[in-house]
């Protein structure tokens, strides 16, 4: 099985409905996800434990994915290329604290057990086959 294989099920994602998803497996203490947001500017909701990180994880996705509303679709290469390189940033400084490294590890196996699994009922994620070359 090669790499992409893995991903079959899911590759694109609405970015809210990745976030929201995302709030869910680590908690919205680390990701507190604001589902009713208008903009990028607003789907903080209150304070997370590492706010920086979150901030920057959120908007690096959303930046990546050239998304222009929080209902635009985002691949999985957009998702996890943005969390490699800010893990790679992270562990690139003299002091990291471990618990952002531990979260961003989070993220990223939430997001390969979102990415591989079928969509629920009612979203939008679909094959790369089926999708469009935007986003």
Not at 74 to 79: C, I, K, L, S, Y
Request: glycine residues 8%; contains cysteine.
């Amino acid at each position: 099985m090669n790499g992409n294989e893995t991903f079959n099920d899911c590759r694109r994602i609405e970015y809210r409905q990745l976030m929201t998803r995302l709030a869910e497996a680590v908690g919205r203490h680390q990701l507190p996800v604001k589902t009713d947001a208008t903009d990028i500017n607003d789907i903080l909701d209150g304070d997370p434990v590492h706010y920086g990180l979150v901030h920057e994880v959120v908007r690096a996705i959303y930046r990546s994915g050239r998304c222009h509303t929080l209902d635009a679709e985002v691949r999985a290469e957009t998702v996890f290329n943005s969390l490699g390189g800010v893990r790679g940033r992270l562990l690139a400084e003299r002091e990291t604290d471990i618990d952002q490294i531990n979260l961003l590890e989070e993220l990223g196996w939430a997001s390969r057990v979102l990415f591989a699994a079928p969509p629920p009922s009612g979203e939008t994620c679909r094959p790369e086959s089926d999708a469009g070359s935007d986003g």
